[in-house]
C-alpha cells in the first residue's frame, strides 16, 4: 500500500463543493441491511398513516390534549435525524475524515491549521453554508439566530484562531450538501479536536454528547490508544452509548493492522463497546477520481458508510418508531378505556351505579396526580434535593483532592520557576473535573427521570433525551488563573543579603577587638564573615521559597473557592430547571389521565340521562369508533413488531 500520506490528498481550504451528488462507489447495501432498511421504511409510512387516522378521529372530539400529543408524535417522526458527532484529539484526521465521507472539501485540513468551531452538515437540496449563534440568554430554547455566509468565508469561523469579527459569538457553522448518504436524516459534526478531558474544546464536545445519536472517536495508525483517549472514550459512553472509533492514515503506517489490534484490546479490557473500522482519506479520495469500488472498499470507508446508513440510521429510526408507537399506544389506552366504559353502561344499565363509582374513584385517582402531595410530586422534589446536595458533593471532593495535590506538587518547585507551565496544567485539570461531574450529573438526571416514570408506568427516554441540562463551557464559570509571585529575590538581593550577614558578624568582631587583638586571626575573621553571609543568604532564599510556595497554595485555594462557588450557583439553576422539565412532562401525563377520567365519567352520565332512543344510536358510534381504534391498534402492533 502507497504511503502517501493522508493530510496532503485533500485540498486545505474550503471551498464551494459541487451540487453533484455521492460519486462515491459505496456499493449495494448488504441484503440484510437493505431488507431492514425497507421494513423500517413501510413501518414509518404506516406510523404516519396511523398517526393521521387517530388525528381524523379526533377532530371532532373534546381531546385537544390528545391531538396535541398526535401532532408532537407526527412532528417528532417527521423531523427525525441521525447526529453523529465526530470527536478525537488534534491532527487525527477528522476532518479529513469528513470530507472524504462527504465527497466535498468543506473541512480545513492544513497540517498548521485546527478547527476551531463545530461543523454542522446537513443534507440541502444546493450546497450553502451558515453561521449559528449563541442565544443571548442560555435558557431560551426558540430558533436559533443564523447567517448566511460564503463557502470562501468559512476559513475565517473554523480556523483556529478565528478571524471573523463576530466569530466570539458564533457556536457552530453548518453546511449543507445534496448528498445521498445526508438525505436520510444523518447529520455529521466535526469538532475541535478534543486533547484530553481538560481542554475548554473537549467541555464543549461533552455537553453536545447528550444529544447525539453516535459518536465515531478518530484515532491514527500512528500509535496504539492513549490513556487521555480511552479516559476521554470512557466519559463519551456515559453519555452517548453508541460509539463507533475510526483509525485514520492506515496508508501511511505500514504496521496498522497491529495497532487496529492493539486498539481493540484496549477497547475491550476497557469496556467500550462498538466497532473500530480502519480507514484512509487518501484512498477514498483515489477510489472516487477512479471510479474503483475495490479501492473504496481498501479504503475502509465501504464500511464507514455501511455503518452509518444501514446500521446506525436504522437504529435511529426504529428508536423513533419505538418512541412513537409508545405515545400512540398510551393515545390508544385513554380513548379505549374510555369507550369501554361507556359500552358497559349501554349494555347494562343494571351496573350503572358500580361503573359510575368506579369512575369517581378514578378520577379522584387522576387529581391527587396533580396536587403537590402526589407521590411522584415527592418524588421528585425528593429526588431533585438529592441529586443536587449528590452533584454538589461529587465536585467539592474532586476540587479538594485536585487542591491536596497542588500543595503535595507545589512543596516540590520553586512557583517563580514553574509556575507558568503549573497554571494550565491546574485548569486543565479542574476543567477535566468539571466534565466529569457534568457526567455524573446527567447520569443521575436520567435515574431521577426513571423514577418518577414509576409512578405512570411511563417510558422515560424521551423526557430524558429533551433535559436541558447545558454543558461546563455554557456557565458562567472562570477557568482563568490570576496570580503575580512577587517573592523572588530582585537582581542583585542575594549579594545585599550577604553583606547584611556579614556586617552583623563584623559588628561582633569589632566589640570583641576591644578586649582582645585579633590581627593575627584576620583570615580566620574573614572565613566566619564568609560562612555567616552565605547562611544568611541561604536562609533568605529559603524564606522567600517558602513564601512563595505560601502564596502558590493560597492562590490554588482561591482558584478551587472560585470554582466551587461559580459551579454550586449554576449546578442550583441546573437542577431548578430540570425539575421544571420533569415536572411539566409528567404534570401533563398526570392531566391526560385527569381528562379521560372526566370524560369518562361525563359520558356515564350522559348516557344514564339518554333516552332509549339516543342510547341505540350512540351505542353504533361507539362500537364503530372502537373498530376504527381497533384497526389502529393493529398497525401500531404490526409496527411495534417490525422494529423489534
Known sequence: ????????????????????????????????????????????????????????????????????????????????????????????GKSSLV?????????????????????????????NASVVFRPDDPSDSGPQKTKPIDFEQLSTYV?????????????????R???????????????PGVGGLGSVHTAATIGALPSADAVLFVTDASQELTAPELDFLGT???????????????????????????????????GIGGR?????????????????????????????????????????KANALVRAVGDMNEILDHLETQLNTELSLLDDPEETARLMRALEQAKEEADRLKGQAARWQQTLNDGTADLMSNVEHDLRDRLRKLTKECEEAIDDFDPSKAWDEFAPWLTERATSHLVQNYAFLHEQSAGLAEEVALHFD???????????????????????????????????????????????????????????????????????MLLLARKTAKDERERALLMRRNQAKQTVRKYSDTITFESSKECRDTMRRINRQLRDHFLQRAQDLTESTSQSLAAAKQTVQSTEKARTVRRK????????????????????????
Open 177 to 191: 450538501l445534496p448528498r445521498q448518504l445526508l438525505q436520510s436524516g444523518l447529520t455529521v459534526v466535526d469538532t
Open 236 to 270: 463519551v459512553m456515559s453519555l452517548c452509548p453508541t460509539v463507533a472509533c475510526v483509525m485514520t492514515k492506515i496508508d501511511f503506517y505500514p504496521a496498522w493492522k497491529r495497532i487496529a489490534d492493539i486498539n481493540r484490546g484496549h477497547l475491550q479490557r476497557h
Open 1 to 92: 500500500m502507497a504511503q502517501t500520506g493522508e493530510a496532503t490528498s485533500l485540498t486545505t481550504t474550503p471551498v464551494q463543493p459541487t451540487a453533484s451528488s455521492d460519486a462515491v462507489p459505496a456499493g449495494a447495501a448488504p441484503a440484510g441491511a437493505a431488507q431492514r432498511g425497507d421494513q423500517l421504511d413501510a413501518a414509518e409510512r404506516q406510523t404516519g398513516a396511523a398517526l393521521d387516522a387517530l388525528a381524523k378521529l379526533l377532530a371532532g372530539s373534546d381531546r385537544p390534549d390528545l391531538l396535541e400529543r398526535i401532532a408532537t408524535a407526527r412532528a417528532k417522526l417527521d423531523q427525525s435525524s441521525c447526529v453523529v458527532i465526530v470527536a478525537g484529539e488534534f491532527k487525527k
Open 99 to 127: 470530507n472524504a465521507l462527504v465527497n466535498a472539501p468543506v473541512c480545513p485540513v492544513d497540517d498548521d491549521v485546527a478547527t476551531a468551531k463545530p461543523m454542522e452538515i446537513w443534507y440541502g437540496p444546493e450546497p
Open 458 to 528: 411511563a417510558d422515560h427516554g424521551d423526557v430524558v433525551s429533551r433535559l436541558d441540562i447545558g454543558d461546563v463551557t455554557s456557565a458562567d464559570i472562570s477557568l482563568e488563573m490570576e496570580s503575580e509571585l512577587d517573592q523572588k529575590l530582585p537582581k542583585g538581593g542575594s549579594v545585599v543579603t550577604a553583606l547584611r550577614g556579614a556586617s552583623g558578624g563584623m559588628i561582633m568582631l569589632s566589640a570583641f577587638s576591644g578586649l582582645v587583638s585579633i590581627t593575627p586571626a584576620m583570615p580566620a575573621v574573614a572565613g566566619v
Open 621 to 644: 358510534e361507539v362500537v364503530a369508533t372502537q373498530q376504527h381504534l381497533a384497526k389502529v391498534r393493529a398497525v401500531v402492533n404490526a409496527v411495534a413488531q417490525a422494529v423489534a
Open 276 to 316: 473500530l473500522i480502519p480507514t484512509s482519506a487518501t484512498l477514498r479520495s483515489a477510489a472516487i477520481d477512479r471510479n474503483d469500488r475495490n479501492l473504496n472498499n481498501e479504503s475502509g470507508y465501504a464500511e464507514l458508510v455501511a455503518y452509518l446508513r444501514d446500521e446506525l440510521t436504522a437504529e435511529v
Open 159 to 175: 480556523d483556529e484562531p478565528p478571524t471573523a469579527a463576530d466569530a466570539d459569538q458564533v457556536s457552530a457553522v453548518r453546511i
